[in-house]
């Protein structure tokens, strides 16, 4: 796995957030595009979404709490996904701390996301140590929110790969 060419703005705001969540052993790893990015994939994101859980994200509201624009809380987003959310702000790039993420069922339950510790990797980039979500984590993520570009991205790299989805 070879992360592709990372834009410069989302590397600064990696320089600043790696050292501090990896020093204090926050559980945290990197999701969403800029994950897909650090496998590989040909992916340029533009924010920065970090899957931890709700202690974590209340860890992360302190120790980045310089760069906080929303306080952790219940948020419910996009395409019946809801989560702990803390919303930070480094070198004008968006960072999304999600805790406890659910996704909501047809029929309305909400079931928790598949648990973003498991076959989570660890990419070094440019000398920073980068907890990444797997891609299987990815896949089920996509799949909910209904992306099937990604969706299609994903499993095409891990047939590739010779893993299953």
Not at 26 to 42: D, T
Not at 57 to 83: I, N
Not at 128 to 136: A, Q, R
Request: proline share 7%.
């Amino acid at each position: 796995m070879t992360p592709l060419l990372l834009p410069e703005r989302i590397v600064q705001v990696l320089r600043v957030i790696c050292p501090i969540l990896n020093d204090a052993r926050v559980e945290w790893a990197v999701s969403g595009s800029l994950a897909l990015a650090l496998h590989g994939l040909p992916v340029v994101p533009k924010d920065i979404d970090l899957q931890t859980d709700r202690v974590g994200a209340e860890q992360l509201a302190q120790l980045l709490a310089e760069y906080l624009v929303y306080p952790p809380g219940m948020h419910l987003g996009v395409r019946l996904v809801r989560s702990y959310l803390a919303q930070f702000k480094i070198h004008d790039i968006v960072v999304e701390a999600m805790g406890y993420m659910e996704f909501q069922t047809p029929n309305g339950r909400w079931n928790p996301a598949p648990d973003f510790r498991h076959k989570r990797t660890t990419v070094d980039y440019l000398g920073l140590s980068i907890p990444v979500v797997s891609l299987e984590f990815l896949l089920a993520f996509y799949i909910q929110l209904e992306r099937p570009g990604r969706v299609a991205l994903i499993e095409a790299r891990l047939k590739s790969s010779g893993e299953s989805s």
